[in-house]
């Protein structure tokens, strides 16, 4: 999966733990994207399963991608509470750990999980 559908679905999770009812136009708000982006962007998640949409146009995420959301979602926590710990500033902590929890492997995501933990 491409950073940008992760990015949907964390905030697709993020947002249904904040209210029920999420909508296209809510997701658009939270990313500061156009509505009609996030509309393409939602039916290629539904078509890979990963959402549906209801007949109030309400998006949810299926087994599948609530799965893939909290995993994430974790990633970003554990890497953002990583860089805090180095003594990066909150603010910058958490706009790094969203570009590098796409990226990073998962041997390299586990260690540092392991000294978060620790």
Known sequence: MQESGENYLETIYLL???????HALDVAKALNFSKPSVTRAMGILKNRGFIIIDELKHIILTDKGLSKAKEIHERHEIIEAFFIKLGVSKEIATKDACRVEHDISEETFEAIKKFVDG
């Open 16 to 22: 249904s733990q904040k209210k029920q009812g999420v």
